[in-house]
């Protein structure tokens, strides 16, 4: 157990194992200079018996780049993106289309305004004619840009409307020249022309063309409401009903029964009053659907009937008048 218990390196005779005779020879046989060798030097000559030290080659540390053999192919933007594009150029060039449109109108209010004020241009009667003209009607300038085309339309079906019992009236003609107790509706046919033509356009379309203008909440009520009723007026002429001075189917087909031109004629008309009909109530429901997108409401219509109609002159003096004369009406029953 001694030998166990001993420590190798505290003997004095290995207590430094470098002097040992046969490590002093290897030392003293190598070549000079090789203590002072250091390989990581470049500027010191290798000692000699070793080859010299070569410069290690320089590497390259750009990344590699490979060369197509085909050129990519050109970017293309997507379909949506393009979409999305067109449209914001679509609508650029409506904001600048309005706001011209705006300047231009400012401009005309303005020299209306410096010349006098604007004077009314229809019916468009000759200067000569004993009666002048009753409105102002201007579409460009008194209706804004986005309800311009709504207008316009309104227009042209009042005056398809103004055609259309024109040639009613030369429908009833004809049906008298081959039937002749058919005169009433020839009468009729006549007088539906003299007051629907200009109760049409003060009644419906003018309602309408103020309510575009000034956003009149009561004059889109009063224009929905006689609308409603020329829609119905257009569909019992478009039945034509003997008798009512229309040339609607029933009396299309009697009028073929006696003469087929005459019938042929009536019949063309009553394509008319459907087509009228038709036109009418798609029209109602789109001035509807423009309607409630404006801040029209019925309190504000009857705000402005407050305001306007109660607030007129004229029918205050007719009130007060109606008032006093019942109060004295009222005062002598009592005496």
């Known amino acids: 157990m001694s030998d166990f218990d001993r420590n190798p390196f505290a003997d004095p005779e290995i207590s430094n194992p470098f002097q040992d005779p046969s490590v002093t020879q290897i030392r003293q046989a190598a070549p000079p200079g090789l203590e002072e060798y250091n390989p990581f030097t470049d500027g010191k000559p290798a000692p000699p018996g070793i080859a010299p030290r070569t410069a290690a080659p320089t590497i390259n540390t750009q990344p590699a780049i490979m060369k197509p053999t085909e050129e990519p192919p050109a970017y293309s933007q997507p379909q949506e993106q393009s979409g999305a594009a067109a449209e914001l150029l679509r609508r650029q060039e409506e904001l600048e289309r309005k706001a011209a449109e705006l300047d231009r109108r400012e401009r005309e209010m303005q020299s209306l305004s410096a010349s006098g004020g604007r004077k009314n241009n229809w019916p468009p009667l000759p200067e ?25 339309i309104m227009y042209y079906l009042w005056m398809f409307h103004t055609g259309t019992l024109f040639a009613n009236m030369v429908g009833c003609l004809a049906w008298f020249c081959v039937d002749a107790s058919r005169g009433v509706d020839f009468g009729l046919s006549i007088l539906w022309f003299l007051l629907f033509t200009p109760c049409s356009f003060v009644c419906w379309y003018r309602p309408l063309y103020g309510a575009f203008r000034s956003d ?6 009063a224009f929905f409401f006689v609308y409603i009723c020329q829609f119905g007026i257009y569909v019992m002429q478009c039945i034509g009903i003997a008798g009512w001075g229309a040339s609607g189917w029933i009396s299309a087909l009697t009028g073929l029964n006696r003469s087929i031109p005459v019938g042929i004629i009536m019949i063309l008309i009553a394509a008319l009053f459907t087509f009228l009909a ?27 009937f407050a305001t306007g109609v109660m607030a007129n002159k ?13 109060a004295q009406g009222g005062f002598k029953e009592q005496i």
């Open 216 to 221: 009149s909440s009561f004059r889109f009520f």
């Open 314 to 326: 004229t029918v205050q003096t007719a009130a007060a008048t109606a008032a006093s004369r019942a």
């Open 278 to 304: 038709a036109m009418s109530l798609i029209m109602f429901k789109k001035v509807h659907a423009m309607y409630r997108t404006t801040d029209a409401s019925f309190e504000k219509a009857q705000q402005e």
């Open 128 to 152: 000569k004619f004993p009666v002048g003209p009753c409105f102002y009607h201007d579409i460009t300038v008194d209706i804004p840009v986005e309800f311009q085309k709504t207008v316009k």
